[in-house]
């Protein structure tokens, strides 16, 4: 086996976080609304504060409460854009890079790929054009038993088919969209990360809270007898350019 280490270069897959505000506080009040006080709301994925529409920076930042708030929220923080240099060595102690820089030498490295890596001369037959390469679908997440109270159900990536439903106090929370053959209650989010195209299907729709992409509505009075316990669908609307959930039963579509 070798033992040879070797660094290369590589793409970063995470999340990008930009925020014109920088107190961890405020942030708080701001998304609670959004991600309905839910705590781990990602997987853990890495991800980059871009602070760059920061309009007043203040003197002191409590970078430490900023990235535990975040943690909160299932992110990584890894690194930071945006940043003014009088905030490095607090930077430095919570080991945040400042991307800026590196941000431009990787734009620059990946403009320069194509000239490098071009073939001397065109091959006979010309291969087919990236666009029409087959892309791997994400992955759909199968639960085949009823999700437990107390249990969460996380697809970072595609979507959750729950084929015996769920019960209340049960979380699932999916990249894509989220199909219930059964009774679905609990808290249920699709879309996490900000797909706005993602649903929630289900055949008897009992939920305490249904979320897409950070937007939410709550059922803490009980359900509309129009979609309580019958086959529905939720997703995003927009309207005047704000996004809106609309949830419907589907036999009327």
């Known amino acids: 086996m070798s033992e040879d280490v070797r660094f290369e270069s590589g793409q970063f897959e995470g999340i990008v976080v930009r925020s014109p505000l920088v107190s ?38 409590d970078w430490s409460g900023l990235v535990a708030f975040f943690r909160r929220l299932g992110l990584q923080p890894i690194g930071v854009r945006g940043v ?4 490095d060595a607090a930077l430095k102690r919570l080991h945040l890079a400042q991307l800026d820089a590196t941000a ?14 071009a073939p001397a001369a065109a091959p006979e037959t010309p291969a087919p054009p990236p666009a029409d390469t087959p892309r791997a679908a994400a992955p759909t997440k199968f639960i085949d038993r009823p999700v437990r109270s107390g249990q969460q159900i996380y697809a970072p990536e595609g979507d959750v088919v729950l084929m015996a439903g769920s019960n209340p106090g049960a979380e699932i929370i999916a990249a894509g969209s989220i199909h219930c053959w059964g009774p679905l ?16 299907v289900a055949t008897h729709f009992g939920p305490e809270l249904v979320s897409i992409a950070g937007i939410y509505q709550t059922f803490e009075n009980g359900l509309p007898p129009s979609i309580a316990n019958r086959a529905v669908q939720v997703k995003l609307q927009i ?15």
């Open 24 to 61: 961890p506080a405020r942030l708080a009040d701001v998304l609670h609304k959004r991600f309905a006080g839910t705590e781990s709301y990602f997987g853990g994925e890495p991800a980059v504060l871009d602070f760059s529409e920061v309009s007043d920076w203040p003197e002191q930042v």
């Open 84 to 87: 003014p240099e009088s905030f």
């Open 104 to 117: 431009l030498r990787l734009e620059a490295v990946r403009r320069a790929e194509p000239a490098k890596t």
């Open 185 to 200: 209650r609990g808290r249920v989010l699709a879309g996490a990360g900000g797909n706005l195209q993602a649903r929630i």
């Open 239 to 253: 309207i005047q350019g704000q996004s809106h959930l609309l949830i419907e039963p589907i036999d009327t579509i």
